[in-house]
């Protein structure tokens, strides 16, 4: 669940509802917009458009463009964001690194960097944290344009900023928007990865333009999430986990709870590293075992394609549970997708039945940063839209 918490500094804008919200969104997704366009998209008349328009105009989150005729050749003033004036900065946090994107309105990444934790103890992660941010800020020269920070972490998140269970840093009621906010004297809010991530998707991202869709993500963990009317749902179950559990192989390995063929045990890194290492005699890492899928290597083949079915099932599961219009597979161990793209295509189409409509699966080739990335679209949402709070 996605939750705010505010610094010592305040947001740049009252967090906008109602049409006001709408004009705003519009412009951001899809700007510059002709006035009669947004009035037309919007069902608004030309004065409430520009009453609704004049204080998004004199706080500056939209501007003013020039260069556009109307259809009666005058010229026209579309409206659009000014995305060099404001800049936002996402975090990631993983069990063993911080990754950091400062972006701008739209969540173009202006600069990036990540650091090690030498710590996951809150007070050191909070420290090395505000350091990065820091430094990041300072690389992109918007120290005095900096409106909010995002940070995402794979756990479950609840109110005022607080990381109710994040396994992979072994935190429990960890108060990290507070002390972030507290450290960098900026508004924060905190969110599950998995969430922010799919979020950057739908607004800027492989989920543009799409309603329903569903996000696999594959690496450290297993994690699933699905936006239906436009809405990407959050529960208080968000990061828990869940999707991990669920069986893919009866035949499987045991996963670290007992369960035999789970989605973790054929899926995640550790999953896959493991099988192939034991099968070598030696310690193999993720990308070394799918350089000797590609090339041949019969026991990291058999690996990688056994674990490839099982995500084409998890596909399938999907896309019969929820139908959405499309899946997405991300992640930073997305590359069992690529490798193993025969064998999940057919467990995919094995899982549908043959009257089904043809399900799009695309696989998004992403790194950390777009992880930080989606953090910052989590600090857009909220503190300039109003979103998830």
């Known amino acids: 669940m996605t939750s705010t918490t505010a610094g010592t500094a305040a947001p740049a804008w009252a967090p906008l509802t109602g049409p006001a919200h709408d004009v705003a969104l519009a412009v951001l997704l899809d700007g510059p917009l002709p006035r009669s366009e947004i009035a037309r998209r919007l069902g608004l008349s030309a004065g409430t458009l520009t009453r609704l328009s004049k204080p ?145 998707e739908q607004w800027f991202g492989a989920a543009r333009g799409w309603d329903h869709f569903a996000v696999i993500t594959v690496g450290e963990g297993v994690g699933y999430a699905y936006a239906v009317h436009g809405q990407v749902v959050d529960t208080p179950e968000a990061g828990l986990g869940t999707v991990g559990h669920l069986p893919l192989d009866p035949n499987g390995p045991l996963c670290r709870l007992g369960h035999a063929g789970c989605a973790d045990a054929m899926l995640s890194t550790a999953g896959i590293t493991t099988r192939a290492s034991l099968a070598h005699g030696r310690q193999l890492h993720r990308d070394e ?17 056994d674990s490839a079915r099982a995500l084409g099932r998890l596909v399938s599961l999907v896309g019969n549970l929820v139908m959405p219009q499309k899946v997405i597979i991300s992640g930073e161990g997305v590359r069992l997708a690529e490798v193993g793209a025969q064998p999940l295509a057919e467990a995919v189409a094995t899982g549908r039945s043959d009257r089904a409509a043809p399900l799009p699966v695309e696989v998004h080739v992403t790194g950390f940063t777009e992880w930080a990335r989606g953090a910052a679209v989590t600090a857009i949402r909220t503190f300039v839209l109003g979103e998830g709070r």
Request: hydrophobic fraction near 45%; charge should be negative; charged fraction near 25%.
């Open 56 to 200: 998004l105009l004199d706080s500056g989150l939209l501007v003013e463009t020039g260069g556009a005729h109307g259809p009666s050749g005058h010229p026209t003033r579309p409206l659009d964001v000014d995305e060099d004036a404001h800049r936002f900065v996402g975090v990631k946090l993983t069990e063993h690194t911080a990754h950091v994107a400062v972006t701008g309105l739209r969540a173009r990444v202006v600069a990036s960097d990540e650091t090690l934790l030498l710590s996951t103890d809150p007070a050191e992660v909070v420290e090395t944290v505000a350091r990065l941010v820091r430094t990041a800020v300072e690389a992109a020269g918007a120290a005095d344009t900096v409106r909010a920070v995002g940070i995402s972490v794979g756990g479950q998140v609840g109110p005022g900023g607080v990381v109710l269970d994040a396994r992979f840093l072994r935190w429990h009621g960890v108060a990290l928007g507070d002390l972030l906010a507290e450290e960098l004297g900026l508004p924060v809010v905190v969110d599950n990865d998995l969430l922010s991530l799919s979020r950057a």
């Open 289 to 305: 075992v799918y350089d000797l899928a590609e090339a041949g290597d019969p026991v990291a083949r058999r690996v990688v394609e």
